[in-house]
């Protein structure tokens, strides 16, 4: 491409607090992360409440003058200005507001979980694939340089055969409190529940190790054996435990969540690192947020009968996010050097590894008898409501 610089247009779909997020991450210039590639525009926003709170939502993150406020989605997805719509309602919506963008020709980034089951995922990949639109499940974690850099480390093969990952990422809440039956975290009209909402952190660090660096003929369908139990206010999952085998090397990645207790209860006295990644020549672990890592510790395997066979040292290496930002810019980035490349999925989160976490999510849910009503369910589209 030269020194032509790409510029990705975006509308934004829903106003709530993640889109803020987002949007904040957008304006920051990318030459605070040394990218001089690809740029990023906020061109229109929606919501499905009212013309005004979109244009609200506009003024308070600063945005330009330019950008549209439209009071539907349908208004939004229509706008050939836009050529990305970011999907950031609940993901008991993600199905059909992501069909919506699809079915208008947009490419879309939709946050996680994808959809609500893997039925629905499957559909829209098969959109996404006959009509060339690039479209990606928004795990930012995935594009930190941090998992980057985490990843090529184990493919590297310095931590040996890995032979399991641990992995949680749970929060300490006065459930009844806090959450009532309202709340999208435990409201079961929203697809609410720990699994889908935090779990997925969980799953997305089993997955990395244990899936995406694996060479693609390796990989496989893992075993579910898994444990939830529910919040007796609406009945969805409160604590979710999972223990999926990966076939056929039998390594073994533990993935739980929890509303009630939590992977570091207070900052002032650290917990152990929530994510363990344990190889046969020693471990990486994975400090802070699950979500949002800033700093691992590599730590060889070293004892009296064997010494110490790793080629590393003990050492702690820390990442800072530029230009003052949360780190949602580098999954945006992403997504405008694919769609400039023509690629319609990413390497990093492609879709087939999107669709057999959705499987899996799907599986918890059976063993633990969870399941949402039949319209959120539903692949009809499409449906009234959304």
Not at 149 to 163: A, C, H, M, T
Request: glycine residues 8%; aromatic residues 10%.
């Amino acid at each position: 491409m030269g020194n032509t610089t790409f510029t990705l247009k975006w509308g934004i779909l829903a106003t709530g607090g993640i889109a803020k997020t987002f949007c904040k991450d957008l304006l920051i210039d990318p030459s605070t992360r040394n990218a001089s590639d690809i740029r990023h525009q906020i061109v229109a926003t929606a919501s499905s409440s009212s013309r005004s709170r979109a244009q609200q939502f506009l003024s308070d993150l600063k945005a330009p003058k330019s950008a549209k406020a439209y009071g539907s989605y349908k208004e939004l997805v229509a706008d050939p200005n836009v050529d990305i719509i970011y999907i950031a309602t609940p993901h008991s919506h993600h199905y059909q507001n992501t069909r919506l963008a699809l079915e208008a020709g947009k490419h879309v980034l939709c946050e996680k979980a994808f959809t609500v089951n893997a039925r629905q995922a499957e559909i829209l990949v098969n959109i996404a694939r006959e009509k060339k639109l690039f479209l990606m499940e928004a795990v930012w974690t995935r594009f930190f340089p941090l998992a980057r850099e985490v990843r090529e480390f184990v493919k590297s093969g310095q931590l040996g055969e890995i032979k399991r990952v641990w992995a949680d990422l749970s929060f300490w809440n006065d459930v009844e409190k806090e959450f009532g039956r309202e709340h999208r975290m435990v409201n079961l009209e929203l697809a609410g529940g720990a699994l889908l909402d935090l779990g997925i952190y969980s799953l997305t660090w089993v997955f990395q190790i244990l899936y995406h660096v694996i060479p693609e003929e390796k990989r496989g369908m893992p075993t579910v054996a898994s444990a939830i139990t529910k919040y007796k206010a609406t009945g969805c999952d409160e604590m979710t435990s999972v223990i999926l085998s990966f076939p056929p090397y039998g390594a073994h990645g533990i993935a739980t969540t929890n509303l009630r207790v939590a992977h570091n209860p207070n900052a002032s006295h650290p917990s152990p690192d929530p994510i363990r990644i344990q190889g046969t020549l020693g471990d990486l672990t994975i400090s802070n947020s699950p979500y949002r890592p800033l700093s691992y510790t590599l730590i060889p395997a070293k004892n009296e009968k064997r010494g110490q066979l790793a080629k590393f040292e003990y050492n702690t290496v820390t990442h800072e996010i530029p230009g003052g930002g949360h780190g949602m810019f580098w999954e945006a980035d992403e997504c405008a050097r694919c769609i400039r490349d023509g690629k319609l999925e990413s390497e990093g989160m492609g879709w087939e590894e999107s669709l057999v976490i959705m499987r899996v999510m799907d599986e918890i849910r059976r063993q633990g008898n969870l399941r949402y009503s039949e319209r959120l369910e539903s692949v009809e589209y499409p449906l009234g409501g959304f």
